[in-house]
């Protein structure tokens, strides 16, 4: 079993759904549900959700091999400026590696992270594509 | 034939609120499929099939089913967490035990206080989940419900149903009537067992009847049941604006609406398997989303999905002004079918998990 | 406050490559032997740094494990691992320990074994460097992030690809003398720009080599400070939060942070006179340390790599290798060399070395200021 079962279901909001901890102390907004401001440590933070939507503002081709990512290459790895102002890092789907291009505006959507092939536990998360209703 | 009679009409007070759909962006062209396996190529006319929607690796039934389900809440307007029961009709559940129901539900933000399960009955599950959570509205037991179907189809390479076998999802959100973009008006099941299409339980692709699926398995549930609806609403093929059926390639839905009495031209508005093939669970109800993505308040809509096993539904669906309001808060069906990217027959043996490799 | 000081007195290294015949602990005895040989005794201490002994040989506590495998009954020992510093942390750790009098000599080894599985587990154990929640499961590997920094740079600066490529085939050219190099073949910018594509931009000849070895220094106060001596003035080291939680991808927060605390300490040396030792785990962060340890100016780091003589004389984790948890052994052995006799057909007559190690993206660093004795 490769796929730890809590690691990922305690977590599974913050990868269902884009979670961002906004520091009641320094202000700063930050990508991913946290207990704890990433930029100052303070606990005093508020957890709110992204709509989802932004603009990929850089991005690589990726033929980087781990084990398991053989259906799943080339990647593209980028990252996303949310329309709420915060970068998210991120894959980028259903688009061809020689299109993809700083700029084109992208969504969430849920798709496989990985699985645990061939008996084991498949992780969901949110992966972005070129949003398809303006 | 007799078959259970509804003697109220409590789907009466219940509608349809918001519609989604997808399909993925990769297709393969039905000649390269039967080029690839020696049919002879106007097989690809007889059927009415051009090419198939193929999900990429990283998709499956949960992540089509939850963009489907997430534009019919869009478009329903509701909160998620006034969902009462989630309900995914599939035939190609990524877990065998493990309901992807919950999947969805938990990446929507639906209440956990609920109803949710998977479920299986061939090509109608979604469509027997949107009868059960109408049913759960209409008895006061929960507000909304959401009734998903959703497919990776599967076909045995080599088998003429390789040519049709296809990814795509179709969601409903249900509630009262009032608040509905189209209305149920009434709603039968007609369910025999007969067996003209299976899947053994460790085997990765179906068999079935070929000849059988027609006349004794398709054709005969679908007209019984649209039969059944139309006599108990005193309803004629003439009082309908649309026809929408289960089509598992483009020629049976023409056919065995003809059979009923309806012309083509109610029919095929409602077909989209010869673009993008028969997503099973999703099948009936794109072809339905692809109806409202249009229809004209006021008017009435048949659809009636049909599952091997084998069972058909028949819904009558009466459009109201509200559709007008949410219809462009999604993408619609016709948006998703111009979304394309031809890939070869590997990268779908790829994409679907079919060559045999050690993982 | 007058503090003691700590030495390096003597450094071994083993050659890097893929040595299927020797596991981890044959790395160890053959650096331990050689350490035998040039100092005679056992030390008070052993520290081993090793970042992926847990999850390629399958080893805790490999520490423990060397002490009884070397027959070193009752020395206490340690093991350390911050990533891909690992090396240069096990160093800060050996020279606190000679400081604080509680030992008097510290061998420090790094080691590591990266050939015990195929690349693709290899790749995803290293890929572990970054946040298992936030990045590693989204699919997000380290040579990613590599690229997305080095087009943020190319952008910014108006810098291409070739300019970039200066680096590898600097780093390929010094490793030709250094026998314990692991690629021991020149490049040039062509073959750079043609080489199988990891994360584009970035080639296999941007990116460090797979490969085993060890290292070893001995630490040791002054009453042990052997005749070979050279002064570890000072290491200092930061941590700095993800590549997406920052404004300035082009800049190394932690690499900064650590440069920040040690500066002073080099009082007026130019920095492009003192033997270097930057982390080039990737082509772009090597130029990215030269800027920001000052070296260079921003955007300029690529011109001015043919006129530092004493960068990376071993060849870089380019060239001589990336033995993730030796490596900063590796630097600071073929430092030591340097000072002491020469390497790699170099002679460096300078007072000062200055030895940076970062993890990934920059999530750690450190920083080790030598001194000659």
């Given at each position: 079993m490769k796929h730890s079962i809590p690691i990922f279901w305690r977590n599974r909001e913050s990868h269902y759904r884009i979670k961002i901890t906004k520091c009641n102390a320094c202000g700063k907004p930050a990508y991913f549900g946290r207990d704890r401001c990433p930029y100052c440590g303070s606990r005093n933070v508020t957890i709110i959700e992204s709509e989802g939507k932004g603009i990929l503002v850089n991005f690589t081709i990726s033929y980087y091999r781990r084990e398991g990512d053989e259906e799943h290459l080339p990647r593209i790895i980028g990252l996303i400026r949310l329309d709420e102002g915060i970068m998210v890092p991120g894959e980028i789907v259903d688009i061809d590696p020689s299109e993809v291009k700083e700029g084109i505006r992208v969504e969430a959507v849920l798709r496989r992270y990985s699985s645990d092939d061939p008996y084991g536990l498949i992780y969901y998360g949110l992966k972005f594509i070129p949003i398809l209703k303006k | 034939m007799k078959g259970f009679k509804v003697l109220s009409r409590p789907e009466a007070k219940v509608g349809i609120l918001g519609w989604g759909a997808y399909i993925p962006r990769q297709r393969l062209k039905a000649s390269e499929i039967a080029g690839l396996w020696g049919f002879e190529h106007s097989i690809t006319k007889a059927l009415w099939i051009e090419e198939k929607a193929v999900a990429a690796a990283d998709e499956d039934a949960v992540t089509m089913g939850w963009y489907a389900a997430r534009s019919a809440i869009v478009r329903a307007?509701?909160?998620?967490?006034?969902?009462g029961a989630v309900f995914v009709g599939t035939e190609s559940k990524p877990y065998a035990v493990k309901p992807s129901a919950t999947i969805i539900a938990d990446a929507l933000n639906v209440s956990y206080k609920k109803l949710s399960t998977d479920m299986e009955f061939a090509c109608r599950a979604g469509s027997e989940g949107l009868r059960i959570a109408t049913a759960l509205v209409a008895s006061g037991t929960i507000k909304y419900g959401l009734a998903i179907g959703s497919d990776t189809a599967q076909a045995n390479p080599g088998d003429v149903l390789e040519l049709t076998a296809a990814s795509g999802a179709a969601a409903y959100v249900v509630g009262p009537a009032e608040e509905s973009v189209a209305r149920f008006e009434g709603m039968v099941t007609y369910i025999t067992d007969t067996p003209d299409f299976w899947r053994r339980d460790c085997s990765h692709y179906p068999l079935h009847g070929e000849g059988f699926t027609g006349d004794p398995a398709y054709f005969h549930h679908i007209m019984t049941s649209v039969k059944m609806l139309m006599e108990e609403l005193g309803l004629k093929p003439e009082d309908f604006d649309y026809a929408v059926f289960h089509q598992p390639n483009g020629k049976f839905p023409l056919r065995v609406g003809k059979k009923l009495g309806f012309p083509k031209e109610k029919i095929l508005p409602g077909i989209v398997t010869p673009w993008i093939g028969n997503t099973y669970n999703a099948s009936a109800l794109l072809g339905l989303a692809k109806v409202l993505d249009s229809a004209k308040p006021g008017q009435r809509i048949l659809v009636a999905p049909f599952g091997s096993g084998a069972g058909s539904d028949a819904i009558s669906i009466i459009v109201t002004d509200r559709v007008l309001e949410v219809r462009e808060k999604a993408p619609k069906v016709e948006e998703l079918i111009a979304r394309k990217k031809y890939i070869s027959y590997a990268q779908y043996a790829r994409s679907r998990h079919i060559i045999r490799r050690i993982v | 406050m007058q503090v003691s000081k700590a030495f390096i007195s003597a450094a071994c290294m083993t050659k890097i490559g893929r040595h299927f015949k020797l596991g981890i602990k044959n790395l160890i005895h053959e650096v331990t032997a050689c350490m035998e040989e040039k100092t005679g005794s056992r030390p008070d201490y052993l520290i081993v740094a090793s970042a992926l002994s847990a999850l390629q040989t399958h080893q805790l506590d490999i520490a423990s494990i060397t002490t009884q495998y070397l027959g070193w009954n009752n020395i206490p020992s340690m093991r350390v691992e911050t990533g891909e510093t690992s090396g240069i942390a096990a160093l800060e750790l050996a020279q606190y320990i000679v400081r604080s009098g509680a030992a008097s000599k510290v061998l420090v080894i790094g080691v590591e074994k990266m050939t015990e599985y195929p690349s693709n587990k290899v790749n995803a154990d290293y890929a572990k460097i970054l946040d298992y929640d936030t990045e590693y499961v989204r699919n997000i590997t380290p040579p990613n992030y590599a690229a997305l920094v080095m087009k943020e740079y190319m952008r910014k600066y108006g810098v291409t690809r070739d300019d970039v490529a200066e680096w590898p085939v600097r780093m390929h050219a010094n490793a030709v003398s250094n026998p314990y190099a692991q690629l021991r073949f020149p490049v040039s910018k062509e073959g750079v720009r043609n080489a199988m594509v990891i994360s584009e931009p970035i080639t296999l000849l941007d990116a460090f080599p797979i490969g085993d070895g060890a290292a070893a220094v001995l630490v040791t106060d002054e009453s042990a400070r052997g005749k070979d001596a050279v002064e570890v003035v000072a290491i200092t080291s930061a941590s700095a939060p993800s590549l997406y939680l920052r404004d300035d991808m082009t800049e190394l927060p932690a690499t900064k942070a650590a440069w920040a605390s040690l500066r002073r300490k080099l009082e007026a040396q130019r920095l492009d006179e003192v033997a270097l030792q930057v982390h080039d785990s990737y082509s772009i962060y090597g130029i990215l340390a030269l800027e920001t340890l000052g070296v260079s100016d921003r955007g300029k780091a690529c011109s001015i790599i043919p006129s530092l003589e004493y960068l990376n004389v071993g060849g870089g984790l380019k060239a001589r290798g990336h033995p993730i948890g030796a490596t900063g052994l590796y630097q600071v052995a073929e430092t030591y060399e340097l000072m002491i006799e020469g390497f790699a057909g170099k002679q460096y007559s300078g007072e000062y070395a200055l030895i940076h190690s970062m993890s990934g993206p920059d999530y750690n660093a450190r920083l080790a200021l030598l001194r000659r004795w």
């Open positions: - | 307007g509701i909160n998620p967490q006034d969902i | -």
